[in-house]
């Protein structure tokens, strides 16, 4: 079955991945020294579940809606005022009434905890909230996808006769295209790097290339890059430099 072939399979509940053509510039720096890759701007989002949906209904939301933290705080403050639930004697607590009782206690807390300091009820809020992201690529219509967003992984494998190779996933969720990468650390690093397609998937690819490198990746993706380090897994394996005296 040809590459092509496995990208077009219908995944119906999967976002499609942006198309390679569609990837913004690779290299860092345009001819005239303009920054041509930008970082996708990434945002943390909730989805409200049938069991929270009651909490937001009032301010116009639905089951399956999605709201960035901000919002959720809104509605959360909204709710507490419309219906009066500030605590009078002390203005730090919300009582809780049937529907944040269902909404945010454990059944074993349901008769003991009458009210919530604020913070509480915003983070119980959000847990029990479903995890989105959004991302979004300069020029592009911003993608949402369920879950968190995987963080470009860097590993060190052992292979035979004591060579390290340095293996990198999830390049393409960040916009970036694995061979591109994969080519760029060959010239920095001065060594063979391979580009072969990621375990259990169809259209994804892993870049593995000879030795530590990740003192190179870490340059390419933080500096040249600009992409968060946050968003960003396995830097810390770099290697280690001479002792100290």
Not at 47 to 65: D, N, R, V, W
Not at 72 to 92: A, F, G, P, Q
Not at 116 to 122: G, I, R
Not at 173 to 180: A, K, M, N, R, S
Request: proline residues 5%; charged residues 25%.
């Amino acid at each position: 079955m040809s590459h092509m072939h496995s990208i077009v399979s219908i995944r119906s509940f999967v976002v499609p991945e942006i198309a390679a053509s569609e990837l913004p510039a690779q290299d860092s720096k345009g001819a005239d020294g303009e920054q041509l890759y930008h970082p996708p701007e990434i945002i943390p989002l909730f989805g409200i579940s049938s069991k929270m949906a009651p909490l937001f209904q009032e301010s116009g939301y639905k089951k399956g809606s999605t709201l960035s933290s901000s919002e959720v705080r809104s509605v959360v403050i909204n709710y507490v005022k419309t219906n009066e639930l500030v605590d009078e004697t002390n203005k730090n607590f919300v009582k809780v009434n049937p529907i944040l009782c269902d909404c945010l206690l454990k059944k074993s807390e349901q008769d003991k905890i009458s009210k919530l300091k604020w913070d509480d009820l915003l983070s119980r809020c959000l847990d029990q909230l479903q995890p989105f992201h959004q991302v979004t690529f300069a020029g592009h219509e911003p993608i949402v996808r369920k879950g968190n967003i995987d963080p470009i992984n860097i590993t060190i494998a052992q292979r035979s006769s004591n060579k390290k190779v340095t293996i990198i996933k999830n390049l393409e969720l960040y916009g970036l295209d694995p061979q591109t990468v994969a080519n760029i650390l060959q010239q920095k690093a001065q060594a063979s790097v391979t580009v072969t397609t990621l375990p259990g998937t169809k259209d994804r690819a892993q870049v593995q290339i000879q030795g530590n490198q990740i003192n190179h990746l870490a340059k390419l993706l933080l500096e040249d890059y600009q992409i968060d380090r946050k968003y960003i897994q396995g830097l810390k394996k770099a290697p280690k430099v001479g002792r100290k005296k």
